[in-house]
């Protein structure tokens, strides 16, 4: 400070910055920036409590259970074993525990649905026709594994925008993915389909993708309605084989894991040309 500050007189002008007196030497340094501190992370904490995922007071009780419990399973015990303490729900635990399902949510469901209509509208009878079929599969939860097959500018595109905004606007999960990066981008939160399920890079014969049964991407799956994968005759049949394992194994608790992707709904799109 004494190389900075231009004619002091006394030790107090050493610490005055601009028109501020300042009573320590380390606020007049913070002030010229020589030091750095906590204090922008500190903002950075008081800006995230105003974030816009704002929770009530269960569902913070909840969240602050679902810590203790992890704690308690890693000691082999549960909060099962307490019962003066409460258990977190399965609302919280399967939603706002889980990153990767509020990001699948994170949609404007009133303007998802006027998107939608705007879409429905503009759709041939035969378009309806197949609209109808995959969202009767999808209403069921009973599995389903469609391929709508078409050359580019046939529409596959706005199936695809249609039948994700009919779901989304409805809070419900829709997985669009592609087997390129380029087609990825065409879809409405479209992501190539290795990123989205860890797919391994070389996939060889009997590979599963790098999903452990309890993390937050298998808890992702098992929220998940509708599964659309675009471009799906430019990938290898072993990618295709790696999801199915995985999703078996994902689903193994509910009554039709056994049936073909772990009874997930699931529409492959392309051009088999």
Known sequence: MLAVVKGPTCYDDIKKIGNTQYFTYRDA???????EDDRQYIQAI????????????????NLTLIEIEKYLEANRKSLTDFPCLPFPNDYVTAELG???????????????????????????????????????????QQGG???LHGYGGTGKTYMWRTLASSLRSKS????????SGIASLLLPGGRTAHSKFKI???????????IEHNDDRAGLLKQTKLIIWD??????????????????????????????FGGKVIVFGGDLE
């Open 46 to 61: 008081k800006e995230a409590k105003d974030w816009e995922l704002q929770l009530t007071e269960a569902q913070l009780e």
């Open 172 to 179: 419900q999960i829709v997985l669009t993915v592609a087997s």
């Open 29 to 35: 340094c913070f002030a010229m920036g020589f030091l």
């Open 98 to 140: 889980n990153r990767l399902i509020y990001d699948e949510l994170n949609y404007d469901v009133h303007q998802q649905r006027e998107e939608f209509l705007q879409l429905y509208q503009s759709l041939t009878d035969e378009q309806r026709g197949i609209y109808q079929t995959i969202m009767k599969a999808v209403r069921k």
């Open 231 to 260: 471009e799906a005759p430019m990938a290898h049949r072993y990618t295709f084989e790696a999801l199915e394992r995985t999703l078996r194994d994902v689903m193994s608790s509910f009554s039709n894991s056994k049936t073909i």
């Open 200 to 210: 391994p890079v070389p996939t060889l014969d009997n590979a599963t993708c790098n």
């Open 145 to 147: 594994v469609f391929f």
